[in-house]
């Protein structure tokens, strides 16, 4: 079963880099993504962290205003 999450923990390169960041303030933190998986996601200021940098998350959402202008 341990090859498993470790095959979910490279599947992609935000899951590979093994750095997770808190939605509210910022707070980030280097991560053992398999063991994420099998024991549970950190979590920060009550929620769970997003493997997606604030800057990544600001191009998705451009990216969203703009498809949903079409």
């Keep these: 079963m341990s090859d ?3 095959v979910l923990a490279t599947a992609h390169p935000s899951l590979k880099r093994g750095r997770v960041w ?3 303030c910022g707070y980030t933190e280097q991560v053992d ?3 994420a998986f099998r024991h549970g ?3 920060h200021c ?3 962290m997003s493997i997606d940098s604030p800057e ?3 191009r ?3 990216a969203y205003q703009e ?4």
């Design 33 to 35: 993504t398999a063991s």
């Design 22 to 24: 808190c939605y509210r």
């Design 4 to 6: 498993l999450y470790h």
């Design 67 to 70: 498809e949903q202008r079409e």
């Design 60 to 62: 998705l959402r451009a």
């Design 46 to 48: 009550g929620e769970t």
């Design 41 to 43: 996601w950190p979590k």
């Design 56 to 58: 990544e998350r600001q």
